[in-house]
């Protein structure tokens, strides 16, 4: 069987995170990216990352970690003759994703408007910190001030440490995989009735959307959401626990999980305390049953707990190290992790993250290691119809 989005052609004119991320999503699935980026600089995650050598290099840790799959060509927008080659690359392709502020591809003469004149069943994604409409759209976004404008910060943490941002760049992330969602839908549209399309992404949208329960909780029951740091506020006994090693998460949120959580810790009393009998009970009266169960959490490590209360149908699991994490036997059973050995350009194997998920018929995998900068410019431009003199008139020109 094909990979699921084989014979696809995505254009991939972005930076740093939400849109490579978006792209690479579509690698995974068998799409055929070409990463549209600037002469000498190129996507500027290549300069990030906690490897100095490779971010001189411009192969930094940033960029290996979402472009695998894809070929890299440079293309300067603000020259005519780049231009050019954009429009003709829109030509064949059946998808673009910019990231830049809305606007700006309108000011290049490259809108959305634009480009389908060329080529009318092009899906155009903009992936942007507000959207294209509103008072901010025209505004900078990074994750860090879309974490703290969708309130994901106010939630973040407990009384004494809130407002807290997330330890990752969650709302890129959300972003980027929002945008790879609508991009597969249009594609399916477009299947159906030929029509290509324009997908907005406002990465506040897409951070307020993944917020579900907490957002519900207030619009619908009008409760203000609190920070409620390492307990579930829907449940207790659920949340983070110290045991006699390590802490261990538990997510008790049944009556008959918390029934066995209490059997097999040995505190069976803790069934018919009238403080913790029932549900409403147990949450109201959290930190005097976190109290009793931390008590006998101790007699054993997090790792021994974790065993005991798998057996018995109890969520629980160890706090993890994203080290340890990356180690575990699931992650290796699951193969989420691809090896390029002696990837071009690293001098060394890079190991990266795939998709969440498996796909029958075709696991998302990348093609291909990720790309230097410019590594396949000459290849591309004569796929286009170029010639070796006309490629060096564009190299000349600061065009490619």
């Not at 809305?102 to 899906?123: C, K, T």
């Not at 997330?166 to 594609?187: E, H, M, N, R």
């Not at 579930?232 to 045991?243: L, Q």
């Not at 049944?254 to 009393?269: D, P, Y």
Request: proline share 5%; hydrophobic share 45%; glycine share 10%.
């Amino acid at each position: 069987m094909s990979k699921a989005l084989d014979g696809i052609r995505v254009l991939d004119l972005t930076n740093v995170l939400a849109g490579p991320l978006c792209a690479y999503q579509l690698a995974l699935l068998g799409a055929e990216v070409i990463k549209v980026e600037t002469p000498r600089s190129g996507d500027l995650a290549r300069q990030l990352g906690n490897d100095a050598g490779l971010n001189a290099s411009l192969m930094g840790a940033s960029f290996l970690a979402q472009n695998g799959g894809k070929r890299s060509v440079t293309v300067d927008l603000k020259t005519v003759q780049g231009k050019e080659v954009l429009r003709r690359l829109v030509a064949r392709a059946d998808v673009l994703i910019e990231n830049f502020r809305p606007g700006v591809m309108a000011r290049l003469s490259l809108s959305h408007e634009d480009l389908r004149a060329i080529n009318p069943s092009l899906v155009y994604c903009a992936i942007s910190g507000f959207g294209q409409q509103g008072p901010l759209s025209a505004a900078p976004a990074y994750d860090q001030i879309i974490q703290g404008l969708s309130g994901m910060m106010s939630i973040t943490g407990d009384a004494t440490s809130a407002p807290l941002r997330a330890g990752y760049p969650v709302a890129d992330t959300i972003s980027g995989i929002t945008g790879a969602f609508a991009i597969a839908a249009a594609l399916v549209r477009r299947q159906r009735t030929g029509e290509g399309g324009f997908i907005d992404v406002s990465m506040l949208d897409s951070a307020l959307v993944t917020m579900g329960w907490v957002v519900s909780n207030y619009l619908i029951a009008g409760t203000e959401p609190e920070p409620h740091g390492n307990s579930n506020f829907t449940a207790a006994p659920s949340g983070t626990f110290r045991t006699g090693e390590g802490l261990i998460n538990i997510a008790a949120n049944k009556q008959e999980q918390f029934e066995a959580l209490a059997g097999v810790i040995g505190r069976e009393a803790l069934i018919s305390d009238p403080r913790f009998a029932e549900r409403e009970g147990r949450k109201k009266n959290r930190a005097a049953l976190t109290a009793e169960i931390e008590a006998a959490l101790a007699a054993r490590p997090a790792i021994e707990w974790e065993q005991l209360l798998s057996a018995i149908d109890v969520p629980a699991g160890r706090v993890a190290s994203v080290p340890d994490a990356l180690a575990s036997p699931q992650i290796a059973a699951r193969g989420l992790l691809q090896t390029f050995a002696d990837a071009p350009g690293v001098g060394r194997d890079v190991t990266v993250a795939r998709a969440g998920f498996k796909l029958s018929g075709g696991d998302p995998v990348a093609a291909m290691p990720p790309p230097r900068l410019g590594q396949h410019t000459q290849a591309i431009l004569a796929e286009l119809g170029y010639t070796a003199g006309e490629i060096e008139e564009l190299r000349k020109a600061g065009a490619v």
